[in-house]
């Protein structure tokens, strides 16, 4: 790994685009230093340019360059949270490109926590731009096999780090203004109000798109995706050949079908649900959404946005 490790950084730190790892999902890097590689991260994802990149840093001391200032509250945040699955939104440096930011006068920037990500960050010096390594609308890659799936042909190396222990994107916190949050992920709003000690908004991924790459449809498999809140609703619902999401076991005797499949899901498995019914060509997922998974914001915001029409 090593070796493939210092191959990794010198394409990167010559422009070129890599595959990497993280705990959350892989991301397609560049240095933000290379347009060419940023370019390359649009082209090959068919990623809309007004959605902009997180850049991802192995040292607190990268932030000074990125940013205009830095705000009390990204230390106590960093402090708690770095390395691991928080995104932070800052006033952005001039210097920085537009492709990374979008135009917008903010940076997103994280830590990853995976030991492969942290030693090619370090290795190539320059802070990384990456966004999850899939085709824009698809659902994210938590595998080397998902990212091989759509960029075996087209990149010159993905790193190999297994599974994605977290499962789904990080969470993205806005510290420009009151503390927003942007997208929902394994780190949660309790989670942040306790290390801040104040109250932070919470409503708005829910209600309208403040993070550019929030309106656009999302984490689709092929699959239709339909979502049920009772069992009995599910049950009315289901059709012939469907897989069937869900935590508690269902009788399914009343459904004149053998060819249904039940799976269990979660924040860890779901991304890897998706990739599964698009290799199996399966025509529709029945989602049944417990009292658990309305719990957990960063699942339901992942199976709604899939389950949502454009
Ligand atoms: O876990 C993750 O965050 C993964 C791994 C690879 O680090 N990356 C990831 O990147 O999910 P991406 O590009 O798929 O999602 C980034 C999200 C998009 O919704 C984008 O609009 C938002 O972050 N974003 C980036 N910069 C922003 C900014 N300056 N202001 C608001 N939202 C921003
Ligand atoms: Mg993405």
Redesign the pocket.
């Known amino acids: 790994m090593k070796n493939s490790i210092l191959l990794a950084a010198s394409l990167l730190k010559n422009g070129h685009v890599v595959a990497f790892p993280?705990e959350?999902?892989?991301?397609?890097g560049a240095s933000i230093f290379h347009e060419k590689g940023l370019e390359a991260i649009f082209s090959l994802k068919g990623?809309a340019k007004d959605?902009?990149?997180?850049v991802?840093i192995h040292d607190l001391d990268q932030v000074f360059s990125l940013v205009k200032e830095v705000p009390e509250d990204f230390f106590l945040l960093a402090r708690a949270f770095f390395p691991g699955?928080l995104?932070l939104?800052l006033p952005?440096a001039p210097s920085i490109s537009s492709l990374v930011?979008?135009s917008?006068d903010?940076?997103?920037i994280?830590m990853?926590n995976h030991k492969i990500a942290l030693e090619l960050l370090k290795e190539v010096g320059d802070p990384i731009a990456?966004?999850?390594?899939n085709i824009s609308g698809k659902p994210?890659p938590t595998s080397f096999e998902h990212v091989t799936k759509d960029f075996s042909e087209k990149l010159p190396l993905i790193l190999d780090g297994g599974e994605c222990q977290?499962g789904?994107?990080?969470t993205?916190l806005?510290l420009v203004g009151e503390p927003t949050i942007?997208?929902p992920?394994s780190i949660t709003l309790e989670d942040l109000e306790a290390v801040l000690g104040k109250k932070i908004n919470a409503k708005s991924y829910s209600t309208k798109a403040?993070?550019?790459?929030?309106k656009y449809r999302h984490y689709a498999p092929n699959a239709k995706i339909s979502l049920f809140y009772t069992e009995k609703e599910l049950l009315e619902g289901v059709s012939q050949n469907c897989w069937i999401l869900t935590n508690t076991p269902l009788d399914l005797m009343s459904i004149k079908s053998n060819s249904l499949k039940m799976i269990e899901y979660s924040s860890q498995n779901i991304y890897k649900i998706f990739h599964l019914a698009d290799k199996e060509k399966v025509d529709s997922i029945c989602i049944l959404i417990d009292e658990k998974t309305k719990k957990d914001q960063g699942l339901l915001n992942r199976i709604e946005k899939a389950a949502t029409k454009i």
């Open positions: 993280t959350t999902v892989y991301g397609l990623r959605n902009p990149l997180i991802h699955p995104t939104i952005v930011t979008a917008l903010t940076i997103a994280r990853p990456a966004p999850s390594a994210s977290v789904i994107e990080s993205v806005s942007l997208r992920g403040l993070c550019p790459g929030m």
